[in-house]
């Protein structure tokens, strides 16, 4: 079964300064997504970034980019320039590519100090 | 467009009774996904429904039930709570297909409190 692990419970950063989540997964699928999501205390999930597993390249979104290393089963986040806007929990997702079950990590919280 | 949205956004049950949830998708979503929310056990996969049926299933006991209606709204049902029961209840929707691609939009849930 797919599983998501997520080692870091709570991180916290400078304001304008880098932090990065990390996450790994164990999968026997050669082809799969991987997201990371946000959790603000809204509740409402939302998508912050995709990977495609079949794709080399990491993806990137503004402040927000991936370090995709499939072989060592490796999805971190990195989140540049971080604003107060960026505190939320952050969930690291797995989903096959041939159902939507998505499995999720435990969540890494972010703290993100003025 | 609306977003998802779930009703009740607060509940508050005892133990043996039964509650259902409610999810209405964004238009033209045809796949809602339920997943449960915990401190314990983080974000559960419930199930997902497509078309009126099921189609995938994670791994609760048959307490837990839903259905989906012909607009693609769906419901969860779980019936005799139980303490261990009390979560925020996530429901997501996408287009269709098999794999959501991160394609799929939260509502904001239903955070059910058993006493």
Redesign the interface.
Known sequence: AQTVTQSQPEMSVQEAETVTLSCTYDTSESDY?L?WYKQPP??????VI?Q?AYKQQNATENRFSVNFQKAAKSFSLKISDSQLGDAAMY?CAY?????????????TRLTVKP | KAGVTQTPRYLIKTRGQQVTLSCSPISGHR?V?W?QQTPGQ????LF?YFSETQR?K?NFPGRFSGRQFSNSRSEMNVSTLELGDSA?Y?C?S?LD??????F?Y????T?LSVL
């Open positions: 997504y997201f809204s509740r409402q999930m939302i998508l995709r495609e969930f989903e096959g590519n041939n159902n939507n079950d998505m499995r999720f990590g435990a969540g | 796949s996904s997943y983080g974000l559960q996969f997902e995938n994670g925020l996530l997501a996408s297909g098999t794999t959501t691609r991160g799929q939260f509502g904001a849930g955070r």
